[in-house]
């Protein structure tokens, strides 16, 4: 049984956010899930802060959630994809993957930490990516998403920060799950390693028991898939 009660997930029609919630239920937890591709009251598009407000409202009717995962992110879309190099900077893109891979979780922090609970153990996880870490990039490239990660990492700290002080049992951690095989990374599969493609529900699993290890004085921090803090 897992220690958790009452979970949201965000992105629970992604790869990864579909196989967490999957998992949760499979221990016993309650999940709500939200995406954008869901209609009625499950639907939730990080672009539109409305829709983000009223999910807010409807976890607010039910148990207050002890666990909130955001599994959303955008690598591709279409035509469009990781820039190669400067002359493919698009100011359009750039700001796309912004809006979704951290002005968006930001907005269900800013929505969502104030009906978790004031007492006891709570855990906000939003899925980053270890190339969001600058100190780790030596290959270059990849300008919108590696930016928006570093964001979504210096947004996870800053909420920390302040949400300690309203319950100082609080965790707030961005995830990096490893390379999984779901649509986001499908076009850039081609050089891993062997092995190190994970399928969703492995992944899952991993990332559940890195969450279950973490500790108030993990929050802020950007963990891997093995529980490894990953350097900013
Ligand atoms: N897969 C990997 O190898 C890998 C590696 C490192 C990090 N990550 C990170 O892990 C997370 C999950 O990725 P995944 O591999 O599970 O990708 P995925 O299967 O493509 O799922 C992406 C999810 O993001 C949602 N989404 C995109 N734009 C949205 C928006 N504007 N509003 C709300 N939801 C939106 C999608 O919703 P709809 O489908 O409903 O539109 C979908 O649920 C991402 O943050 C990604 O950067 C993945």
Do not use: C
Not at 34 to 62: P, Q, Y
Not at 90 to 111: Q, Y
Not at 163 to 169: A, L, Q, S
Not at 208 to 213: A, E, F, Q, R, Y
């Amino acid at each position: 049984m897992s220690e958790w009660k009452q979970a949201v997930v965000i992105g629970a029609s992604g790869g990864i956010g579909g196989a967490i919630a999957d998992a949760l239920e499979d221990e016993g937890v309650a999940v709500t899930r939200f995406a954008r591709s869901m209609t009625g009251d499950a639907h939730l598009d990080l672009e539109n802060e409305a829709s983000i407000v009223a999910a807010a409202a409807r976890i607010a009717k039910g148990p207050a959630p002890d666990l909130v995962i955001v599994a959303t992110g955008l690598l591709h879309d279409g035509e469009r994809g990781p820039e190669k190099a400067i002359d493919q900077l698009d100011p359009a893109w750039l700001a796309r993957n912004f809006a979704v891979n951290a002005i968006g979780p930001a907005l269900v922090a800013k929505h969502l930490l104030p009906i978790m609970p004031r007492t006891g153990k709570t855990l906000f996880a939003a899925l980053s990516a270890r190339v969001g870490s600058i100190s780790d990039n030596r290959m270059g490239g990849w300008y919108g998403y590696r930016a928006s990660k570093a964001a979504l990492n210096q947004f996870i700290r800053t909420l920390a920060v302040e949400h300690k002080r309203r319950n100082d049992r609080s965790i707030i951690v961005a995830l990096h799950p490893g390379t999984v095989d779901t649509a986001l990374s499908k076009p850039f599969q081609g050089n891993v390693r062997p092995g190190g493609l994970f399928a969703p529900d492995r992944a899952a699993v991993q990332l559940l028991d890195v969450i279950d290890g973490l500790k108030a004085p993990d929050s802020g921090k950007l963990f891997d898939w093995e529980g490894k803090e990953v350097q900013p």
